[in-house]
């Protein structure tokens, strides 16, 4: 297995539902959107297998001291490959000088965050609001 690492935002939209429903996301169900949404973030880094995208890391920024992962997802396929490290790491080494990179972590998944060198606040819990789109 050869993966080669992208600096890319253009994306199809069969390309991304098909990664994203390859992890059981919702936002999977809207291809466009995603299309979308990977123009807009200040940084995408995406895995490939060929011609197949494997894996990605979608990261938000203020331009000088925080940035914030919203996505991070590997095909379940090449999960133990070291994609997600590598990818974290990417993102990692581009904000290396900003004060905090910041991520929200389900239960199962703070390990490996952890792994990856974040520390898990401990006077700060995540919020959010999840809308469905109609």
Not at 18 to 30: A, D, P
Not at 37 to 66: E, P, Q
Not at 85 to 103: F, G, N, P, S
Request: proline residues 2%; glycine residues 6%.
């Amino acid at each position: 297995m050869n993966i080669e690492y992208k600096d890319i935002h253009e994306f199809s939209k069969e390309e991304l539902e098909r990664l994203f429903l390859s992890v059981e996301w919702s936002s999977g169900h809207f291809p466009d959107k995603l299309v979308i949404a990977m123009r807009n973030f200040s940084t995408v880094y995406s895995a490939w297998d060929g011609d197949k995208l494997v894996g990605m890391i979608c990261a938000m920024d203020d331009g000088i001291m925080n940035a914030y992962v919203h996505y991070l997802l590997v095909d379940p396929e090449y999960h133990g490959a070291t994609i997600g490290r590598t990818l974290v790491d990417m993102v990692k080494q581009k904000y290396k000088d900003y004060m905090r990179i910041a991520v929200i972590a389900y239960n199962d998944e703070m390990h490996f965050y952890e792994n990856c060198g974040f520390v898990k606040s401990n006077d700060a819990s995540p919020m959010f609001i999840t809308s469905l789109w109609t």
